[in-house]
């Protein structure tokens, strides 16, 4: 098999899978590398003068990783895999095949989309908004363990919200009088808040130089958790200036596949929360028909 694009994760998962059957439609030669049986296997990496190589075994096969045209990986945490949390002396073995890995996908010359160090600037959202900053405006921010900057904080904005600072996902809530109450539990860690910004939602999932936006419409603060029903979603064409920057923020953070997350404010300003390093694009897909996971195959190939 030469030239060939690999997809790495958990087959059934509805990103991974969607990305592995537009392949099989455009006929683009590729490989599955699920996840639970890789942890059964092996793989070894190594850099020549030629550049990064390796192999992975997988079912007793093995795979030469030298002609790897593009990668998808949607890796999940090794121990939470049933292989390996049923078995934890298996966690140095998985251990060591994931290093293994991240050497390579590092290093190889093939399209990856994404690796781990583009991921990493999105564990900390207020240095990712510093990068962000530079392409579209950002909410007004703190993040203190400060009581006093809080109460300030909302008096200057009036509504504001707060939600997590790192790449663990959280639900973001509006403040409200109940929560100056609870503001003594700063003293534990810090948290963010941010001034609440009124507007149309709209999702940017760009790969490569391709984007596909989708306007939400929601009466949920954070449209993800809207249980109401009410939640739409359609498909819109960003002004060409946006559009651009949703794919020059995207590059900039090394990333091949992004879902830039905008607000189109109220007061006429293009504000960015997020851009996220691993969309789980398709519930956007599925609600629009934007052919995401195509794009993501063409990319590979």
């Known amino acids: 098999m030469s030239g060939f694009a690999v997809v790495m994760g958990l087959p059934n998962e509805p990103p991974m899978a969607a990305v592995i059957r537009e392949l099989t439609q455009i006929r683009a030669p590729h490989m599955v590398v699920d996840q639970r049986r890789l942890a059964l296997g092996g793989a070894r990496t190594w850099s020549t003068e030629r550049g990064s190589s390796g192999m992975i075994l997988v079912d007793g096969v093995e795979v030469l990783l030298d002609e790897v045209a593009g990668v998808y990986t949607r890796l999940s945490t090794w121990s939470q895999l049933p292989e390996v949390s049923d078995d934890p002396t298996r966690l140095e073995h998985v251990g060591r095949i994931h290093e293994a890995l991240e ?53 200057e904005f009036g509504d504001i919200v707060y939600k997590s600072t790192s790449g663990e996902r959280s639900i973001v809530t509006s403040f409200t009088d109940a929560d100056v109450e609870r503001l003594s539990l700063l003293a534990s860690a810090p948290v963010q808040f941010q001034e609440f910004v009124p507007g149309l939602d709209v999702r ?70 997020e851009v996220n390093p691993s969309p789980a694009f398709i519930v956007y897909e599925d609600q629009t028909g934007q052919p995401i996971a195509a794009a993501i195959a063409r990319r590979l190939a």
């Open 204 to 273: 940017a999932h760009v790969v490569g130089s391709e984007v596909f936006a989708t306007a939400v419409e929601s009466e949920a603060v954070d449209y993800r958790y809207d249980t109401s029903g009410r939640t739409r979603m359609t498909p819109i064409q960003l002004p060409a200036e946006i559009a651009a920057e949703c794919v020059a923020v995207t590059r900039r953070l090394g990333l091949e596949l992004s879902g830039v997350d905008l607000r189109f404010a109220d007061d006429g300003r293009v504000v960015c929360f």
């Open 103 to 155: 050497a390579w996908l590092e290093t190889t010359s093939a399209c990856v989309i994404n690796r781990t160090s583009a991921n990493d600037t999105n564990n900390s959202k207020p240095y990712q908004a510093l990068i962000i900053r530079d392409h579209f405006d950002i909410p007004a921010t703190l993040v203190t363990n400060d009581v006093d900057a809080v109460v300030a904080f909302r008096q």
